[in-house]
């Protein structure tokens, strides 16, 4: 049993379309169709999957970046799945490696993106932006990698960043 579940898995794993992102957030926008050509043009993403609904809704949608992979759909309010425009506030952000976050910036301002912190080098290491879509969605990009430099930080107090690292 073990090893037909390995076997399916890595055919899975050689498929062009698959990915080998483990996680899969889902997004909801007033205008699913609209915020998807606008994630293609601002942000680079790539329309893998549309199931397109009735009135002009998308019941589900799959894009992709590199390896990783968000889910769009329209709102669906009698689920409590809503756009942050309707809400008028948002509970998560999004952040996305970029090999070249200047020439992403660039891309983002020109499409039209709001640019809520700009371009900047941070502590850590990383250089990056945040952004919100045209809904209100919040996202960094940048070459922050998690645990690329936690895991080599001694443990101790940093007054700088204000973290204590173990």
Request: net charge negative; aromatic share 10%.
């Amino acid at each position: 049993m073990g090893q037909e579940r390995r076997r399916k898995e890595a055919e899975m794993n050689a498929d062009p379309k698959s990915t080998n992102s483990i996680l899969y957030p889902s997004l909801f926008y007033d205008d699913a169709p609209a915020a998807i050509e606008w994630l293609v043009k601002a942000f680079g993403f790539r329309k893998r999957l549309v199931v397109p609904g009735p009135d002009g809704t998308v019941l589900h949608s799959e894009m992709s970046y590199e390896d990783g992979v968000i889910m769009i759909g329209s709102s669906k309010p009698e689920r409590g799945c809503l756009s942050p425009r309707r809400l008028g506030a948002v509970s998560q952000a999004l952040s996305v490696r970029v090999q070249d976050p200047d020439a992403h910036y660039a891309r983002a301002k020109a499409s039209g993106a709001e640019i809520i912190r700009e371009l900047q080098d941070e502590d850590y290491g990383s250089r990056g932006y945040m952004a919100k879509d045209l809904e209100g969605h919040q996202w960094y990009f940048g070459t922050y990698r998690p645990g690329e430099y936690w895991d080599n930080f001694p443990a101790q107090w940093d007054p700088k960043l204000g973290i204590h690292v173990t």
